[in-house]
């Protein structure tokens, strides 16, 4: 291989990456607006309407205002740490997104085969998406061990046992979706899925869907299990953050947040695929977004619905409910596989027999 | 080229990074270094085309132990005057084992095992080529034996280490969860007539 052709491949590289970092910090941005204003449209108020038509800006000023804000780090606080932190959080949650396919695209038919549209096409997406997501618990950790503060060290450690609590129940939904798909290739599972709504992994793992969405919710940390972040609890983990140092904690939350929605899609509901075949002529990539902001949407439902979760009970769902649940449907699929008789029931969707 | 340019960046970041976990006085900052080290083992293992083992290595490692360690570190109090104390005491006995590492590491490289030709050169295999699916295939056939016994040592060592550290503590406070949901308004308020 050329130098010239190192760089071409380095400069394509860069562009991939650029192309679903920038559309995610925007996404992100009016995350947060579309969540003020549907919270405002349930509770009967208006949400935000002040900054440009309907409030259009808000986000972009919200932004400029934190940019603009002073970063004060605490005296006895371990300053390399206490920077490295919201970092540490931030970047698994966009390195994640390096192995989601966003579609198909035989880019107008000048490529014979269609190539799946992700920057890498790994044999073990699955996996790499599992261990990048179990990193972001060291952002937590350290915000609360750097900060040298009583409330921020609760709170991490508090925040810590959730996330590994839901990692579990998380990974064994995950292996539902395998023992079907039989493969750790993204787009395999999606390939897997081909053919209409009844070929979804929703129909077969219905109750894993429910497992893996609700577990998403809780190693995001959003509301029903926000307790480790609230203002009541002196906002966990992060209270002695500010400005810029502050917004991307929020950042890779709502980073988080996107990435467990479009996962749900992809292994659960079809990913780019129509529910109905003849509807295959739009593009897949509007399916599989259209799907991701559903999902994002039932985020900010939860959050303008359900009251916050009791430490101890939240623990108990995780521990007591999910896992058995979890292990039990790995049960029932692994039987329908390998028993004659009810192998046939299965083979709809299985897609390596 | 390339390979060996991005082999010499994870190998040396590893010895840098594992000297870091030695040297730093800071118990967390020592891991961190640990973290990276790791990290840069997966870089390895992703050369050598075993994908499936390196990202396990950050799964298992980085993901679930490493977090056992942080927290062990966040709770206990680490007096650093007492660490550097035994510095001395145990000089001898680390000095004896490095020099004993290097005269095997010179003879080893004297002895024509690292020469040009004898190094074994793997070819990359294609994309097709899954190494999950080899990895399994080889465990649950060939080795399945040895993969059971395995597997039920570490549940042994699970239940074990559960059974060590129960204590029922009878004098501690207990919530029934499902009769607090299962509650109703009859239970907790009486109408009375006044």
Redesign the interface.
């Known amino acids: 291989m050329s130098t010239a052709d190192m760089a071409l491949q380095a400069l394509i590289w860069a562009l991939e990456i650029l192309a679903i970092a920038a559309p995610v910090a925007l996404t992100v941005a009016y995350i947060t607006y579309f969540e003020r204003r549907i919270i405002g449209w349930m509770q009967v108020r208006k949400g935000c309407n002040r900054v440009g038509p309907a409030g259009l800006l808000q986000p972009l000023a919200d932004g400029l205002k934190l940019f603009l804000k002073e970063t004060i780090i605490p005296t006895r606080a371990n300053k390399v740490l206490f920077l490295a932190a919201p970092l540490l959080s931030l970047v698994p949650a966009l390195v994640a997104f390096a192995v989601v396919p966003f579609g198909e695209t035989s880019l107008f038919g000048i490529w014979e085969t269609p190539h799946i549209m992700a920057i890498s096409n790994l044999n073990v997406g699955l996996l790499y998406v599992m261990a990048i997501s179990s990193l972001s618990i060291y952002g937590v950790l350290m915000a609360g061990w750097a900060s040298n503060s009583k409330y921020p060290i609760i709170g991490s450690i508090r925040s810590t046992c959730q996330m590994i609590s839901y990692e579990i129940s998380m990974g064994f939904g995950l292996v539902t979706v395998m023992m079907l798909a039989g493969s750790l290739n993204l787009g395999d599972i999606v390939h897997a899925q081909a053919g209409g709504i009844l070929h979804w992994y929703m129909i077969p793992l219905f109750p894993m869907l429910i497992v893996f969405f609700i577990s998403g919710c809780a190693e995001t940390g959003r509301t029903p299990f926000d307790l480790t972040e609230t203002e009541e609890l002196v906002s966990g983990y992060y209270t002695e953050y500010s400005g810029m140092w502050f917004a991307t904690f929020s950042l890779a939350e709502y980073g988080a947040m996107i990435l467990i929605s479009l996962l749900t899609s992809i292994l659960f509901l079809g990913g780019w695929y129509a529910p109905i075949p003849a509807l295959d002529i739009i593009p897949g990539t509007f399916w599989l977004l259209g799907k991701t902001a559903f999902l994002i949407f039932v985020f900010i439902w939860f959050r303008a619905t359900f009251p916050r979760y009791r430490y101890d009970q939240m623990m108990r769902l995780g521990w007591k409910i999910f896992l058995p649940w979890t292990l039990g449907w790995i049960f029932v699929v692994g039987m329908f596989i390998y028993t004659p008789g009810l192998d046939g029931i299965i083979n709809f969707w299985l897609a390596w027999r | 080229?390339?390979e060996t340019a991005f082999f010499n960046l994870f190998a040396g970041l590893s010895i840098l990074s594992g000297m870091g976990v030695v040297l730093s006085r800071?118990t967390?900052?020592s891991v961190?270094f640990l973290?990276l080290c790791f990290f840069n083992a997966a870089g390895l293992f992703f050369l050598l085309d075993a994908?499936?083992l390196g990202?396990?290595l950050?799964?298992i490692y980085?993901?679930?132990v490493m977090?056992l360690f942080?927290?062990v570190i966040?709770m206990l109090e680490v007096n650093v005057a007492k660490v550097r104390e035994g510095f001395l005491q145990y000089l001898p006995l680390g000095g004896m084992i490095a020099v004993i590492l290097l005269v095997e590491f010179v003879a080893a490289a004297g002895s024509g095992v690292f020469a040009d030709g004898a190094m074994a050169q793997a070819a990359h295999l294609g994309?097709e080529v899954?190494?999950?699916r080899q990895i399994g295939q080889i465990l649950y056939t060939k080795y399945l034996l040895g993969f059971e016994i395995a597997a039920i040592i570490l549940l042994v060592a699970l239940i074990g280490s559960i059974v060590l550290t129960l204590r029922g503590r009878k004098d501690a406070k207990y919530?029934n969860?499902s009769a607090q949901v299962k509650v109703r308004r009859e239970d907790r308020v009486r109408k009375v007539s006044m």
């Open positions: 080229m390339l800071n967390m900052h961190m973290i994908e499936f990202v396990i950050i799964l980085v993901g679930a977090v942080m927290f966040m994309q899954n190494n999950t919530q969860m």
